[in-house]
């Protein structure tokens, strides 16, 4: 007999964690001791990885603004027939950058949360498993909180969720 695709997808989830011999508070099953953290070597290096990051976004984020706020070289000297075609473009241009700048802002915070998290010594552990998330990963992705396999059960319990919230509700 088939599983329900729910029950295939839950059991996928609670394999994967079980099966790392991992649970969510962050203590091996097996004998009880803390997951491994990061050394302090390692957390000073990917500190000053996010902090080169946090500079140069909040150098962009600066940029941005500035173009948001207004362009020194505006449109008062052009010729008319093309004043409102610039001026159409140039509002194009703010919103997006507005846009830009808010992506900005939302990374900037996510770099700061990473800062806190090195100085807890809780950085590069997984909010989901628990486990050691991969340096390549942290390379790549300085402010991840997920493992990959800790965002592909996020990931099929909010597509499980979402399936939930789907389907109609059965009649009693």
């Keep these: 007999m088939k599983k329900p695709v729910n029950e295939k997808i839950n059991g996928q989830i609670n394999g994967q964690i079980n099966g790392g011999h991992n649970n969510l508070n962050g203590q091996n099953s097996s004998n009880g001791s803390l997951v491994n953290r990061y050394s ?5 290096y990917f500190k000053q990885l996010i902090l080169i990051k946090l500079e140069k976004s909040r150098k962009a984020l600066e940029v941005l603004n500035e173009d948001v706020r207004g362009n ?3 449109t008062n000297d052009t010729f008319h027939s093309f004043k409102n075609l610039e001026e159409g473009c140039q509002v194009n241009s703010k919103e997006e950058n507005s846009k830009l700048a808010a992506r900005q802002e939302k990374f900037i915070k996510h770099l700061e949360n990473a800062l806190i998290r090195i100085e807890n010594k809780s950085y590069g552990i997984c909010v989901e498993l628990g486990v050691q998330i991969d340096e390549d990963r942290l390379r790549s992705v300085t402010h991840a909180t997920l493992s990959i396999n800790g965002k592909e059960i996020r990931e099929a319990r909010e597509k499980l969720a979402k ?3 789907l389907l109609p509700r059965q009649i009693v």
């Design 40 to 44: 302090d070597e390692k957390l000073e």
């Design 163 to 165: 399936r939930r919230k």
């Design 72 to 74: 020194p070289n505006g």
